[in-house]
Structures are given as C-alpha cells and as structure tokens.
C-alpha cells in the first residue's frame, strides 16, 4: 500500500514563499505519476502542479510562474516551492500518486492521497 505524508504548510504573509514536501513510503510499486492538489473550504479540489515519470510538468494557470513542481527519487520525496503566495492560495494542500504516468490536474485519475497540509496566507 503507497502511504504518503505532507509537511512544510504554515500561515506567510502574501508575497511569501513557502516549501512542501511529500515522502512517499518505500516499499511500493513503480510510482509514474506525482502530484499536488488543493482544496479551500467550499470548493472542489484542483489540481495545481503535476509531475510524470519522465519529470515532464504541468501547472494550473493559476500557479504558473509562482510554483514549481519537483522530487528527489533517491529520498522517495516530492516538492512543492511556492512563491509570491497570495490569498488565494489559501487551502488544503494534498499530496498524490497514481503508477500511470500522465501529466493530468484532474483528482480522479490519482489513486493514492495523503492526508494534507495546510497552507494560509494572509494580506
């Protein structure tokens, strides 16, 4: 079973910069694709930055620019910078995989989640 666990969330002031980090536990099968998704209170969730086996990237329109999506095969370990944070990047943010490589936003097509962080950014 694929575990994974986010840290780095906390409150910035906009125009801050924060780092999350998700660890993918071991001992599991070939990991494809990679990616982080959000959810602020009374919205869906959406996709922000995800990442496929060969390291090709794709970012929400919203992000493009402030984020970049990255990871560290050896240390089991994917990364979100995010910069020039504003308010609206306030939410829950989820770490997620699928062993199909694609280079989709869309939740449906991860299956494996972790439990979240969040991230708060005030004005």
């Known amino acids: 079973q694929v575990q994974l666990v986010e840290t780095g969330g906390g409150s910035v002031q906009a125009g801050g910069s924060l780092r999350l980090s998700c660890i993918i536990s071991?001992?599991?099968?070939?990991?494809?694709?990679m990616g982080w998704f959000r959810q602020a209170p009374g919205k869906e969730r959406e996709g922000v930055a995800v990442?496929?086996?060969?390291?090709?990237?794709r970012y929400a329109d919203s992000v493009k620019g402030r984020f970049t999506i990255s990871r560290d095969n050896a240390k089991n370990t994917l990364f979100l910078q995010m910069n020039n944070l504003n308010s609206e990047d306030t939410a829950m943010y989820y770490c997620?995989?699928?062993?199909?490589?694609?280079?989709?936003?869309?939740?449906?097509?991860?299956?494996?989640w972790g439990q979240g962080t969040q991230v708060t950014v005030s004005s």
């Open positions: 997620a995989a699928d062993p199909v490589s694609r280079l989709s936003l869309q939740r449906e097509l991860f299956g494996y």
């Open positions: 071991k001992n599991t099968v070939s990991i494809y694709s």
């Open positions: 990442m496929d086996s060969a390291g090709s990237t």
